[in-house]
């Protein structure tokens, strides 16, 4: 793991906006060899799409046994493509230990995404902020941090579990840059300065700051999120296994970035109107057109007016315009610039941003 670490790290230069989280729709599953045929294609595909209901939509907890019945019934039908494969892993069968057959399945993305709305679940794209997760554990009273450069069991962990939810992680290094910014006592202490100015050199979509320790017995997970813009939210949990309570706020983690980014389905679809400035020339406005048009949000996108480089869109929304604007930031496409900054309000219905993407013309 501690290479997996390092080779996504490498990516930090790129980021400070969104990443495209591939494989949504697919699930890699393993069953016990001894299942007939139709048993084993059964059991994998109904596992296959629990995994991928609650990573499409981000919220684990709201799937209730009904709506999990319901994707049983209908699984098979959904299924794009499946191959399997023999792997040296045992699974647990009826009898203990016994070999596995690994399945991957792959679904359509038009029925996941109509069943998830149909009962009214969330859909989150493939465009997912960027999380920097900073870690430091308690181990018998001696504090620890850490990233790449010295990756623990507890991280590894969390990176597995992470991509399960289509959360992309990254760890910083905890070099000596790092440790000058960011002490051990300060990220204990969830000083929220300390860890931003830290957080600067990688700068990813938002940060996640956690800790480890135990109490009783059981293992504690305490962590915070730090969102641009918004205030800090705290998520722990208390388990039995440290994995268990990692798990646990990796599913509430999900929950609190689908309920501010995943489209949902309404009634009647939000209508928003929507300027942009620096659009002055065809390759501009296709790139405007194609990214709007792009986002899961987004039911309908027309265009309304072209004056001198300011274009108008009104747009039908599934969400609110505060989603719209929370999905625009996660790109560099569009920015609202400080001459345009005052006359950007969501909870109005009218945003207004400055084109700074591909194709763009410097006058």
């Known amino acids: 793991?501690?290479?997996?670490?390092?080779?996504?790290?490498?990516?930090?230069?790129?980021?400070?906006?969104?990443?495209?989280?591939?494989?949504?729709?697919?699930?890699?599953?393993?069953?016990?060899?001894?299942?007939?045929?139709?048993?084993?294609?059964?059991?994998?595909?109904?596992?296959?799409?629990?995994?991928?209901?609650?990573?499409?939509?981000?919220?684990?907890?709201?799937?209730?046994?009904?709506?999990?019945?319901?994707?049983?019934?209908?699984?098979?039908s959904w299924v794009a493509q499946h191959s399997v494969q023999d792997v040296i892993d045992t699974i647990e069968g009826a009898d203990g230990p016994e070999a596995a057959k690994e399945i991957n399945v792959t679904f359509y993305k038009e029925s996941v995404d109509s069943f998830l709305y149909d009962n009214d679940l969330p859909v989150w794209g493939e465009n997912r902020p960027s999380i920097l997760v900073w870690l430091i554990e308690d181990q018998s009273g001696q504090r620890q941090m850490f990233g790449a450069n010295q990756p623990s069991s507890a991280l590894s962990k969390l990176f597995d579990d992470?991509?399960?939810?289509?959360?992309?992680?990254?760890?910083?290094?905890?070099?000596?840059?790092?440790?000058?910014?960011?002490?051990?006592?300060?990220?204990?202490?969830?000083?929220?300065?300390?860890?931003?100015?830290?957080?600067q050199r990688y700068q990813t979509d938002v940060v996640l700051a956690i800790r480890l320790s135990e109490y009783?017995?059981?293992?504690?997970?305490?962590?915070?999120?730090?969102?641009?813009?918004?205030?800090?939210?705290?998520?722990?949990?208390?388990?039995?296994?440290?994995?268990?309570?990692?798990?646990?706020?990796?599913?509430?983690?999900?929950?609190?970035?689908?309920?501010?980014?995943?489209?949902?389905?309404?009634?009647?679809?939000q209508e928003m109107y929507v300027q942009v400035d620096g659009v002055r020339n065809y390759t501009a406005m296709s790139t405007?057109?194609?990214?709007?048009?792009?986002?899961?949000?987004?039911?309908?996108?027309?265009?309304?007016?072209?004056?001198?480089?300011?274009?108008?869109?009104?747009?039908?929304?599934?969400?609110?315009?505060?989603?719209?604007?929370?999905?625009?930031a996660l790109n560099s496409v569009l920015s609202s610039s400080l001459q345009t900054a005052g006359m950007t309000d969501p909870l109005l219905n009218s945003l207004h941003y400055q084109y700074t993407g591909k194709g763009k013309i410097n006058d």
């Open 1 to 76: 793991m501690k290479r997996i670490v390092c080779l996504w790290l490498l990516m930090l230069s790129s980021l400070g906006h969104a990443v495209q989280v591939s494989n949504l729709y697919s699930a890699v599953v393993q069953v016990p060899a001894s299942l007939d045929d139709r048993q084993l294609l059964n059991r994998a595909f109904n596992e296959a799409i629990d995994d991928v209901l609650a990573r499409v939509s981000g919220q684990q907890q709201d799937i209730s046994s009904r709506v999990t019945q319901k994707a049983h019934q209908s699984a098979a």
């Open 162 to 199: 992470a991509k399960h939810f289509g959360l992309p992680v990254y760890a910083p290094l905890v070099d000596a840059t790092d440790r000058q910014t960011l002490s051990s006592s300060a990220l204990w202490g969830f000083f929220e300065e300390d860890i931003l100015a830290a957080s």
């Open 216 to 269: 009783r017995g059981e293992a504690v997970v305490e962590s915070m999120l730090l969102t641009p813009n918004q205030s800090s939210r705290l998520i722990s949990a208390t388990k039995p296994t440290q994995q268990e309570a990692v798990e646990e706020v990796l599913v509430r983690l999900a929950a609190l970035l689908s309920d501010r980014y995943a489209s949902i389905k309404t009634l009647t679809p």
């Open 288 to 328: 405007l057109r194609q990214y709007i048009s792009s986002m899961g949000i987004v039911k309908q996108v027309q265009l309304k007016s072209i004056v001198e480089g300011q274009v108008g869109l009104d747009i039908l929304l599934n969400g609110t315009p505060e989603k719209f604007a929370n999905t625009v």
